[in-house]
Structure formats: structure tokens, C-alpha cells
């Protein structure tokens, strides 16, 4: 089991997102009033802290959202779950639909720090079940 870190969003694709106190996340939209909600298979972003921890060294602050995650976790390992795996976050359900992702050469946060860690270590889910995230919140594997 993972902690919630940070919850961000942001009304435009490829820049940083802001945190905020909770999220909303509805079925077939993903989070109401970011720039990927949709019904699509990335509607939410996350990203564990471990992996932002890895990119610490190259002395640039990285507040949560910097790499444009919707949901900044700690304690699991989200670049090994497998595709399909369904994920309780504070009182909603996800399921996982992809792992990484191909990284625009121009997007603000490549240029901001240097590299990006979502394309090897992000991953991207689904809503399976609305509900409301908050930091301090737990999350959990529920199926593999």
C-alpha cells in the first residue's frame, strides 16, 4: 500500500500542474477542469515520488506537478504494475492503461529541468469508479 503525496491538475496539455486540496474523478471524464479529461484511455497521470527523488541530483526544485502528474504517490511501485491493474485511491477506483509515454521534445517540463521521468516511470489510468482524492489519502493495489 502507497500514500497520496500530492494531488495537481492544470487547464492546459504539457505544462506543469498545481497542486490542489482534493480532486474530483468521474467515470468516462477523469478529473473535471484538467486538460486531459476526456474519455480517453490517459485521463489521470501518476507518478511516484521515489522517481522524482531520482531526479533530486540534478539540483532544480521539483515541487509535485512539475512533471505534469495528476497524483503524486509514495510507497508503491507504479512503473511495475502491469496494464489492467485496478487501483483504489482515496474513494475512487482506477485502472491502469499504459506505462510511460513518448515525451514531447518541446514540452515545458523537459525544458524546465532537463529530462522527463514520465516517459519510462509515469503511468496513466482510468476512472473505474468516481469518487475524491486528497493528499494523505492511501493507495492500493485491488487487482492485478
Known sequence: ????????????????????????????????????????????????????????????????????ENLLTEGLDLKALPVGTVLRAGTSLLAVTQIGKECHSDCAIKQTVGRCVMPTEGIFAVVLKDGLVKPGDPIEITAL
Request: charged letters at 20%; one cysteine or more; aromatic letters at 2%.
Open 1 to 68: 500500500m502507497g500514500t497520496i503525496i500530492a494531488v495537481c491538475i492544470s487547464d492546459r496539455k504539457g505544462i506543469q500542474k498545481s497542486e490542489v486540496p482534493e480532486i474530483e474523478l468521474r467515470v468516462g471524464l477523469g478529473i473535471p477542469g484538467d486538460a486531459h479529461a476526456g474519455n480517453w484511455h490517459r485521463q489521470l497521470s501518476l507518478l511516484a515520488r521515489e522517481s522524482v527523488d531520482t531526479m533530486r541530483g540534478l539540483g532544480v526544485e521539483l515541487p509535485p506537478g512539475i512533471f505534469a
